[in-house]
């Protein structure tokens, strides 16, 4: 337990120090899937979700430019359906296929945080499942007193 607590932090330390660092995003986007007619760029604030920038999508395309502080988790949100799109923005080229017929589905370049992010999901998940292999040894260990196998498993 003492390994996840540690790894979760060191990979909470990594996103907050790493990044491109440019004077601006660019993030230019693909919506495929459906006939968006408008996307809206949004990210969280202390009420909720907020709408930050939108923009027309045109053939199936669709541009934002600005700047952040610091990089940071937002959403594509298409005008007309409930699903948003998360991901990472920071000042770099970022580039989204946003699929609109999948519920949260989007492939994204250009964004280090959001490769690093990709790496932590594939660490987190085989974390869970040595987590839930070792589940039921702990539990039979625990209900016949067995102490070798809990130290074993802990």
């Not at 993030?27 to 709408?51: E, N, P």
């Not at 409930?82 to 994204?108: K, Q, T």
């Not at 085989?126 to 539990?139: G, M, V």
Request: glycine share 8%; proline share 2%; net charge positive.
């Amino acid at each position: 337990m003492k390994k996840i607590i540690l790894f979760l932090a060191v990979t909470a330390m990594l996103f907050s120090c790493t990044g491109k660092k440019g004077s601006q995003y660019k993030i230019t986007g693909i919506i495929k899937g459906g006939d968006a007619t408008m996307v809206y760029l949004q990210k969280m604030d202390s009420t909720g979700w907020i709408t930050n920038d939108s923009a027309l999508v045109k053939n199936g395309e669709f541009e934002f430019k600005g700047k952040v502080e610091s990089p940071d988790r937002w959403n594509i949100k298409i005008k007309g359906k409930e699903m948003m799109f998360p991901f990472f923005i920071e000042n770099s080229d970022i580039r989204l296929v946003v699929h609109a017929d999948s519920a949260g589905v989007i492939d994204v370049t250009g964004s280090s945080n959001q490769d690093l992010f990709k790496k932590y999901i594939v660490k987190n998940d085989s974390i869970q499942k040595l987590i839930n292999d070792l589940d039921p040894i702990y539990a039979k260990a625990d209900s016949l007193k067995d102490t070798a196998t809990l130290k074993k498993t802990r």
